[in-house]
């Protein structure tokens, strides 16, 4: 039951380029969270955002919710070549499916050149 | 230092051996989940875990058993293995309820031949 959706699957960009996210998904939902991923590594938390907040920020990190659209976009602004990794949203359903546990897009790949 | 730890990272076996897979986390959270991450499929619950005895299946459970006699510990056991179980398992961890921050593992590759 996949929940989330990211796009792009994979993004390029070069050094101090932002660089900009999106999750899509089906279900109304209690919050979103995104995580990162290094290559051979396991999740690392980025961001939680509830449903009834619109944005979030995070250092270098904004994270955007609509929930009219069901959509999500993560921004990293002023890449850097450590940010390189795969980048997943996670969905915790208020109904249904997963018994309430987070479900996992697919992740986008985002490769900073420097 | 504190923090959740699997083993072995690599494993190699073969179809219908016994596997199984430890998790250890310091932290004392209620919460433990075991995922699978595979090529095209992202990560999938596999089984979940409220509390000591308390355990649920996930997404995608046929295959596997777990067991939770410690909160500190959660193993995955694979019964009789399969090619289609060849993957990396990652095991997590959460303070709150099952929609909070989770804190993963390095992860366990297994190769089943």
């Known amino acids: 039951s996949q929940q989330g959706e990211e796009d792009p699957q994979a993004l390029s960009i070069q050094e101090g380029e932002n660089a900009t996210m999106n999750c899509s998904y089906k279900t109304s939902i209690n919050n979103l969270q995104w995580y990162r991923q290094n290559s051979g590594r396991g999740l690392v938390h980025l961001i939680l955002i509830r449903s009834n907040e619109r944005e979030k920020h995070s250092g270098r990190l904004r994270v955007t919710l609509d929930t009219s659209k069901k959509s999500s976009s993560l921004l990293i602004t002023a890449s850097r070549a450590a940010d390189t990794a795969s980048y997943f949203c996670?969905?915790?359903?208020?109904?249904?499916?997963?018994?309430?546990?987070?479900?996992f897009g697919k992740g986008t790949k985002l490769s900073v050149k420097p | 230092d504190a923090g959740i730890t699997q083993s072995p990272r690599y494993k190699i076996t073969e179809t219908g051996r016994q596997v199984t897979l430890m998790c250890h986390q310091t932290w004392s959270h209620s919460y433990m989940f075991w995922y699978r991450q595979d090529l095209g499929h992202g990560l999938r619950l596999i089984y979940y875990s409220a509390a000591a005895d308390i355990t649920d299946k996930g997404e995608v459970p046929d295959g596997y058993v777990v067991s939770r006699s410690k909160t500190e510990n959660f193993p995955l056991t694979l019964e009789s293995a399969t090619r289609s179980q060849t993957s990396v398992y990652f095991c997590?961890?959460?303070?709150?309820?099952?929609?909070?921050?989770?804190?993963f593992g390095e992860g366990s590759r297994l190769t089943v031949l």
């Open positions: 996670a969905t915790a359903p208020i109904y249904g499916g997963s018994q309430g546990n987070l479900i």
């Open positions: 997590a961890s959460s303070v709150q309820a099952n929609t909070g921050e989770l804190f």
